[in-house]
């Protein structure tokens, strides 16, 4: 699964758009030796190849396009995301690290990915995980899982751990009938009724998915990374000490 920092991302624009500059202008940049190899290899093989050029400089263009727009959502959401007690969350109260983990609970791959995250909370007490909840998969039905959660995790606190759980265990994608089931038996019936404001957030929650560019369930934002798809602890592990360790 490929992976890039928007700092990685920045540097490989600057490094095309430097081919396009004169020579004495990328000197004075005085990058390393390495990079301007790197450089004169990829100008080179743009120079052997000049029928992709209009493709590349248009894909280019659309990146760039595309990733202001993903800065720029992201910084006008930034508390909406990090800092909002509305949304549910655990780790530590003051993280060094939060990671926003978009999710739904009719995923299979959120499920599974939803207890590594839990176990590396409890690992590194500097870790905090904000769970985004979009249900991609009840799209279509006021009454589902998100909107259920969110109203035990504002209303009910002291009963969300177990009906995430719950929610989290049951095989397959929820329907009104798991919900009651889960509902019944943490005393949580309650919470199925639809609320104008958890209504609102689970809309917020899609639009933000949206605005973000992400494509699917999970997917996590973990310091200046984007990361699509479940990953292992043993690969997940190491993404998030690195960050700790900056």
């Not at 590396?120 to 904000?130: D, F, G, I, Q």
């Amino acid at each position: 699964m490929m992976r890039t920092t928007i700092k990685q991302r920045a540097v490989i624009w600057l490094g095309l758009l430097m081919m396009s500059l004169p020579v004495t202008a990328r000197q004075a940049a005085t990058l390393p030796q390495a990079t301007e190899q790197k450089i004169n290899d990829i100008s080179q093989m743009l120079r052997d190849n000049p029928q992709v050029v209009d493709d590349l400089h248009e894909s280019l263009q659309r990146y760039v396009h595309q990733q202001n727009q993903f800065d720029a959502v992201l910084k006008q959401h930034h508390d909406y995301i990090y800092n909002n007690p509305d949304q549910p969350s655990y780790g530590a109260k003051q993280p060094k690290l939060t990671i926003a983990f978009f999710t739904d609970y009719s995923c299979p791959w959120c499920k599974k990915l939803t207890p590594v995250l839990q176990q590396l909370a409890e690992k590194y007490p500097e870790l905090k995980v904000v769970d985004i909840l979009v249900p991609l998969k009840e799209i279509n039905s006021d009454e589902n899982s998100a909107s259920y959660a969110l109203n035990t995790w504002q209303n009910q606190p002291t009963k969300f751990a177990q009906v995430s759980e719950l929610l989290v265990n049951k095989p397959g994608s929820h329907n009104p009938g798991s919900l009651l089931r889960v509902a019944k038996k943490t005393d949580t019936r309650q919470q199925l009724e639809p609320q104008d404001k958890t209504h609102q957030q689970v809309t917020k929650n899609y639009q933000l998915f949206a605005q973000l560019g992400l494509q699917g369930t999970p997917a996590m934002l973990i310091g200046d990374q984007v990361i699509p798809g479940y990953l292992p602890i043993e690969k997940l592990e190491p993404i998030i000490q690195a960050q700790l360790a900056q």
